[in-house]
């Protein structure tokens, strides 16, 4: 599977930004897709994921209440509506596909994950 992840950019504090992950090689809609963030000298970390057919949900901590997943199959694509943005929100944004796995929990570690975007840059301004 491909992931082109897009919709990065500068934004003052207390903006919103809109990014897109548009997938294609293979049966989307089965899979789980996540949101991920790397910040300069920091490790990935999870920000949010949502299943297959888009009901269920899960988000860190940092973003419950700003920030929200969501799909649409027909388009082969995902995306993450950023509101109330911060200065700590500045990072890197990657999607990604897990790999297969058995069970309902939807994964939140990047070692779950097989498949990665080439991630885009979000830079908030204070």
């Known amino acids: 599977v491909q992931l082109q992840a897009s919709g990065g950019g500068l934004v003052q504090a207390g903006g919103s930004l809109r990014l897109s992950c548009a997938a294609s090689?293979?049966?989307?809609?089965?899979?789980?897709v996540g949101w991920f963030r790397q910040a300069p000298g920091q490790e990935r970390e999870f920000v949010a994921v949502?299943?297959?057919?888009?009901?269920?949900?899960y988000y860190t901590d940092s973003v419950k209440g700003r920030f929200t997943i969501s799909r649409d199959n027909a388009k082969n694509t995902v995306y993450l509506r950023m509101s109330s943005l911060k200065p700590e929100d500045t990072a890197v944004y990657y999607c990604?596909?897990?790999?297969?796995?058995?069970?309902?929990?939807?994964?939140?570690?990047?070692?779950?994950?097989?498949?990665w975007g080439q991630g885009t840059q979000v830079t908030v301004s204070s």
């Open positions: 990604a596909v897990p790999r297969p796995r058995i069970g309902i929990a939807l994964p939140q570690s990047p070692s779950e994950y097989d498949y």
């Open positions: 949502i299943s297959g057919s888009g009901i269920r949900t």
């Open positions: 090689g293979r049966t989307f809609s089965s899979s789980a």
